[in-house]
């Protein structure tokens, strides 16, 4: 499935980006919110890393990261912001490149994993440490 992104993307970045940023604004009104529905498609986005320009990649990264965060400002309770919280870093932690080009993100996004490393919530220390490990390995 990966690679098939990966193809499209190649085909045509503008298309791809476009249906993924449009699905993702559906979470954020919460026309089509579910976790299952957010996961997915942040494993897509993630799964496209490294298929598009630095530039493109950056425009993508940044807009998908802010649309995630103003979805976990948003969302009510601590499940909800837990799943939110653990798609923002999975997706952080597809782009090494983003992250190498952007050090003072890199840092952020090191304290918030430290920070949510410390959570109770089921899950939530799995994740920031999974991430820390895979940002760790890919910088």
């Not at 003072?104 to 939530?124: A, C, Y």
Request: glycine share 6%; hydrophobic share 40%; proline share 1%.
């Amino acid at each position: 499935m990966r690679e098939t992104l990966v193809y499209l993307t190649h085909l045509d970045y503008d298309d791809t980006e476009t249906i993924m940023l449009t699905k993702l604004a559906k979470q954020v009104d919460g026309s089509e919110w579910s976790w299952n529905r957010l996961n997915t498609l942040c494993w897509a986005i993630g799964s496209i890393s490294g298929s598009m320009s630095e530039a493109s990649e950056k425009r993508f990264v940044v807009t998908v990261i802010k649309d995630l965060l103003g979805l976990c400002e948003q969302k009510k309770g601590k499940k909800n912001k837990a799943v939110v919280a653990s798609n923002i870093m999975y997706v952080v932690g597809q782009y090494p490149r983003f992250l190498r080009a952007h050090w003072k993100f890199l840092k952020t996004v090191v304290l918030k994993l430290f920070e949510f490393m410390h959570e109770k919530h089921p899950g939530v220390q799995d994740m920031a440490c999974d991430t820390f490990l895979k940002v760790a390995q890919k910088l």
